[in-house]
């Protein structure tokens, strides 16, 4: 079965502090795994897509990589507006899937000043 | 260039009656694809729509369904409401088919009392 599990569940860091999120999945065949960054009351905001091990992608302050089984969000020297729920999700490379996306549960980022 | 606009933002409805939700997507966004958002299961697919065709549907009863229009206005209905429906809906559209990147919008909050 396609899973998506994010860790840790919850983080919190002081202003400038440098961390890394964690999102392992198992699925049959990868086409895709994006990240989102989710405010309270708000939808998902797309960050990055990655397509292939090995693939690194950059943002401001949030670095994203992949690898076979899991992928990192790295972020230096956060900032409290950098506070967010992020998501990670898959797209497996199934024909008859389309482009459904499996979430993991989400890593809620605080920081304080 | 305006983003995914859904509406209602918010809803109240009772046990027992339905209710139809709506979404456009991005200007030029042929694919729109349908998540639930609850605290204990996280984001959801409910199903997806490209050229007004369903090509992909997620675990979900019966009650749950939608269709996409000609310029790709999507709805989603829900009806016999139960409480366990209670939830953000959240509705993505993406460029082409729904392998492309998934823009979402900020949802439809719906409480069943």
């Known amino acids: 079965e396609d899973q998506v599990t994010q860790s840790p569940e919850a983080l919190r860091l002081q202003e400038g502090e440098s961390s890394s999120l964690n999102c392992s999945y198992t699925?049959?065949?990868?086409?895709?795994l994006f990240w989102y960054r989710q405010d309270p009351g708000k939808g998902p905001e797309f960050l990055f897509t990655?397509?292939?091990a090995g693939e690194e992608k950059e943002k401001e302050r949030l670095k994203a990589t992949l690898t076979k089984k899991e992928s990192f969000l790295h972020i230096t020297a956060p900032k409290p507006e950098d506070s967010a729920t992020y998501l990670c999700?898959?797209?497996?490379?199934?024909?008859?899937?389309?482009?459904?996306?499996?979430f993991g549960q989400g890593t809620e980022l605080s920081v304080k000043p | 260039k305006a983003g995914v606009t859904q509406t209602p933002r918010y809803l109240i409805k009772t046990r027992g009656q339905q209710v139809t939700l709506s979404c456009s997507p991005i200007?030029?966004?042929?694919?729109v694809s349908w998540y639930q958002q609850t605290p204990g299961q996280g984001l959801q697919f409910l199903f997806e729509?490209?050229?007004?065709?369903?090509?992909n549907k997620g675990n979900f009863p019966g009650r749950f369904s939608g269709r996409q229009f000609s310029n790709s206005r999507s709805e989603m209905n829900v009806s016999t409401l139960e409480l366990g429906d209670s939830a953000l809906y959240l509705c993505?559209?993406?460029?082409?088919?729904?392998?492309?990147?998934?823009?979402f919008g900020p949802g439809t909050r719906l409480t069943v009392l």
């Open positions: 990655l397509y292939s």
């Open positions: 999700a898959v797209q497996p490379l199934i024909y008859n899937q389309g482009g459904k996306l499996i």
């Open positions: 200007s030029g966004h042929r694919s």
């Open positions: 993505a559209s993406s460029l082409r088919l729904a392998t492309d990147t998934q823009y």
């Open positions: 729509y490209f050229s007004e065709t369903q090509r």
């Open positions: 699925v049959s065949g990868l086409r895709g």
